[in-house]
C-alpha cells in the first residue's frame, strides 16, 4: 500500500509564488517517478512536472521557465516551487506515484490553488 500526503497551495496573488510539497509512504520500489498534475474545473487532469528516481525531469510547456521540480532530502519526497503565477494556474494540484514494479498510480487527495488578486 502507497500513501501520498501533500501541503503547499493555498491563495496567491499574480505575480507571486508558491511550493507544494508531497511524501510518499509504503511500498516504493527503487525505479520511480513522482510528479504534479493539476486539474482546473472542467477540464482534464493535466501534468505539470515530474522527477523520476535517477533524477531527470520533464515538464509541461506551460511551467517551464516558472517551475522546479525536486528531491528532497526525506526520501520519497518530492518539492515544486512555481513562480509568477497566473490565474489560470488556478486548480487543484494533485502529487502521483508510478512504478515499474507497480501496475497501479498512486494519487494524493489533492490542494487548491487559487491565483487571485
Known amino acids: 500500500q502507497v500513501q501520498l500526503v501533500e501541503a503547499g497551495g493555498g491563495l496567491v496573488q499574480p505575480g507571486g509564488s508558491l511550493s507544494l510539497y508531497c511524501v510518499a509512504a509504503?511500498?516504493?520500489?527503487?525505479?520511480?517517478?513522482m510528479g504534479w498534475y493539476r486539474q482546473a474545473p472542467g477540464t482534464e487532469r493535466e501534468l505539470v512536472a515530474s522527477?523520476?528516481?535517477?533524477?531527470?525531469?520533464t515538464y509541461a510547456d506551460f511551467v517551464k521557465g516558472r517551475g522546479t521540480i525536486t528531491r528532497n532530502a526525506y526520501k520519497h519526497s518530492i518539492s515544486l516551487e512555481m513562480n509568477n503565477l497566473k490565474p489560470e494556474d488556478t486548480a487543484v494540484y494533485y502529487c502521483?506515484?508510478?512504478?515499474?514494479?507497480?501496475?497501479?498510480?498512486?494519487w494524493g487527495q489533492g490542494t487548491q490553488v487559487t491565483v487571485s488578486s
Open positions: 502521483k506515484l508510478s512504478q515499474v514494479a507497480d501496475p497501479l498510480d498512486h
Open positions: 509504503g511500498r516504493i520500489f527503487d525505479a520511480h517517478v
Open positions: 522527477i523520476a528516481s535517477d533524477g531527470s525531469t
